[in-house]
C-alpha cells in the first residue's frame, strides 16, 4: 500500500497548479460571481491544455488517464478559487455518459469537440415535482411514434443548462412497468432541436459562475440514435454516474477547504492581537490545526474512493463516505477561516466568505448529505 503519488500524477497536479496561478484571477472571480456569467475562455484555455479531459479516451482527444487524475486537478482548480474551479471542472458535465455506454457514433460526435473545449454538456436528471436525490420515477416522458421518440417535460437545476452544446436527459420511456426506474432511458439531445427551451436560473448562494438553469422539453423529436446506452436500462446507468461524480464532487470540497485554510492560515500569521500573532492564540492556532487534519482525512478517504473506481473496485460505500465527509468539512472550515478573518472575512475581497458560499453546494447536489448517510448505512447493514 502506497501513500504517494506518481510522477505523471504529480506532473499533472504540478501543471494544473501553474495554469490556476496564472489564469484564476481574484478580481475575474468576483466580478462573475456579481454578474453571474461563466468563464467561457477559461474553460477553453483549461480544455486545450487536457486539464478538463484527463478520463477521456485518447483516441477521441482525452489524456487516457484515471478518476484520481481528475480529482487532483478538480481539487487544484476549486483550491486556488471555488467558483472557477467548479464552473471549469463541470463544463463538460455528462460527457462522461458518451464516454462510458455512448455508441461508436456517438463518441465520434461528442467527445473530440468536448475534449478541445469546443463543446460544453450537461446531464439533466431534477424534476420541479420530483426530489433531485430520487430518480426512481421520471415525469418527464419520451413516448415512440413511428421512428420517432416525442419527449415531453421539464428538468430543474440544470449546471450548464443554457450553455450546453448537448444535454444527455433521463426520462420515462415504459410509464407502466414496476418498479418505475426500469422503464426510464438516457437521450443525448443537441442543443438547437425543435422544442427545446433553456432558461437561467439567478441569484444563487453560490457557485455564480457556474450556471444552472431549467430545461424544458416539448416534442422534442428523437431517435433511436439519441439513446445512450440500452433502452430502459438509464436508472442503473445513472446511479454508476454518480457513484464517480460524488467523487469528484468531494474532490471540489477538499479543494476548497483547503484553499481557505490556506488564506486563513497566511492571514494569521500576519495579523497581531494583544501584542502577537492571532497564530499564537491558542484558539486561532489549534483550531487551524484541527481544520487541517480534517482536510488530510478528508483528501484521503476522496483519494482512496478515486482509486477504488480506476482499479475496477467501485465501492459506493466509500464514495459516499467520501462526498458526505468532505462537503461537511468544506463548510466547517470555510466558516472558520471566515472566523479567523473576522470582519475582513464577511468582505467579499477576502474570499473566504465565497468559498464558504460556494462549499455549500458540495452538500446538495449529486446527491444530499441525508442521503449519503442513507447510502452508507444501506451497506453497513448488508455487511455486518
Not at 35 to 45: A, C, F, G, N, Q
Not at 202 to 212: L, Q
Not at 346 to 371: N, P, Q
Amino acid at each position: 500500500m502506497k501513500f504517494e503519488l506518481t510522477e505523471e500524477q504529480c506532473g499533472i497536479l504540478n501543471a494544473v497548479r501553474e495554469f490556476c496561478a496564472k489564469e484564476f484571477k481574484p478580481e475575474l472571480a468576483l466580478e462573475l460571481d456579481k454578474k453571474e456569467e461563466y468563464p467561457l475562455e477559461l474553460y477553453r484555455k483549461a480544455a486545450k491544455l487536457g486539464f478538463t479531459s484527463l478520463s477521456f479516451p485518447e483516441e477521441y482527444g482525452g489524456q487516457g488517464c484515471g478518476l484520481l487524475e481528475t480529482c487532483l486537478a478538480i481539487e487544484e482548480m476549486c483550491r486556488a478559487d471555488s467558483s472557477l474551479g467548479v464552473a471549469i471542472s463541470s463544463g463538460n458535465f455528462g460527457s462522461e455518459f458518451i464516454a462510458a455506454i455512448g455508441s461508436k457514433e456517438q463518441k465520434e460526435k461528442y467527445l473530440p469537440p468536448v475534449c478541445k473545449g469546443d463543446f460544453m454538456s450537461a446531464a439533466c436528471f431534477t424534476e420541479p415535482n420530483v426530489s433531485g436525490s430520487d430518480i426512481t420515477r421520471m415525469e418527464t416522458t419520451a413516448t415512440k411514434y413511428g421512428n420517432e421518440w416525442w419527449i415531453n417535460g421539464t428538468k430543474t437545476f440544470i449546471t450548464n443548462a443554457t450553455l450546453a452544446d448537448f444535454m444527455v436527459v433521463l426520462v420515462q420511456t415504459d410509464t407502466k412497468v414496476r418498479p418505475t426506474y426500469r422503464g426510464e432511458t438516457l437521450f443525448a439531445i443537441d442543443k438547437g432541436m425543435a422544442g427545446l427551451e433553456t432558461s437561467k436560473l439567478h441569484n444563487k448562494m453560490g457557485i455564480r459562475c457556474s450556471v444552472t438553469g431549467e430545461v424544458v422539453f416539448n416534442n422534442v423529436k428523437a431517435t433511436d440514435w439519441n439513446i445512450v446506452g440500452e433502452l430502459n436500462k438509464g436508472f442503473y446507468s445513472s446511479m454508476e454516474f454518480f457513484d464517480k461524480t460524488r467523487v469528484g464532487v468531494a474532490a471540489q470540497a477538499v479543494g476548497m477547504a483547503q484553499g481557505a485554510w490556506e488564506i486563513a492560515f497566511k492571514y494569521s500569521k500576519q495579523r497581531e492581537a494583544f501584542g502577537q500573532p492571532i497564530l499564537q492564540h491558542e484558539l486561532i492556532g489549534a483550531g487551524l490545526a484541527e481544520a487541517a487534519t480534517k482536510i488530510e482525512a478528508a483528501r484521503w478517504l476522496t483519494y482512496r474512493a478515486a482509486w477504488l473506481v480506476d482499479a475496477g473496485k467501485m465501492d459506493p460505500m466509500v464514495t459516499a463516505m467520501a462526498k458526505q465527509y468532505a462537503s461537511r468539512v468544506a463548510m466547517e472550515v470555510t466558516d472558520f477561516s471566515i472566523q479567523v478573518l473576522g470582519g475582513y472575512g464577511y468582505l467579499g475581497d477576502y474570499r473566504v466568505e465565497r468559498y464558504h458560499r460556494d462549499a455549500k453546494i458540495t452538500e446538495i447536489y449529486e446527491g444530499t448529505s441525508e442521503i449519503q448517510k442513507l447510502t452508507v448505512l444501506k451497506y453497513l447493514l448488508r455487511k455486518f
